[in-house]
């Protein structure tokens, strides 16, 4: 069985940064690719970052040269997100594909429903 947590979380003024962890526990041999979501007060979940299975990495084109989402370990991630602005204020959500996912192109990592395994999700405010 395969479990999510994100940890790292909180309140940080607009223009402050703050790092979000993420790490995969369960049976598997190779390196899994993870993505982060968001989502705001009424609005959808909306796909943030990703990083392949060999570290290729992808971003939301809002987020581009603020957040970097990076590997610490085989199988956690983190996502630094500097320079953060008001409308990054959403719920992050750690997520895993299934087992084995080789992938190539940021069509197969943008989408909720590509994902097998959630975290349960850690807030972020943004204060202006």
């Known amino acids: 069985q395969v479990h999510v947590v994100e940890s790292g979380g909180g309140l940080v003024q607009a223009g402050g940064s703050l790092r979000l962890s993420c790490a995969v526990s369960?049976?598997?041999?190779?390196?899994?690719?993870m993505g982060w979501f968001r989502q705001a007060p009424g609005k959808g979940r909306e796909f943030v970052a990703a990083?392949?299975?060999?570290?290729?990495t992808y971003y939301k084109d809002s987020v581009k040269g603020r957040f970097t989402i990076a590997r610490a370990t085989r199988n956690t991630v983190y996502l630094q997100m500097n320079s953060l602005k008001s409308e990054d204020t959403a719920v992050y959500y750690c997520?895993?594909?299934?087992?084995?996912?080789?992938?190539?192109?940021?069509?197969?990592?943008?989408?909720?429903?590509?994902?097998?395994?959630w975290g349960q999700g850690t807030q972020v405010t943004v204060s202006s």
């Open positions: 997520a895993a594909p299934p087992l084995n996912y080789h992938c190539s192109g940021y069509g197969c990592y943008d989408l909720p429903s590509i994902y097998d395994y």
């Open positions: 990083i392949t299975w060999d570290d290729t």
């Open positions: 369960g049976q598997f041999f190779s390196t899994y690719a």
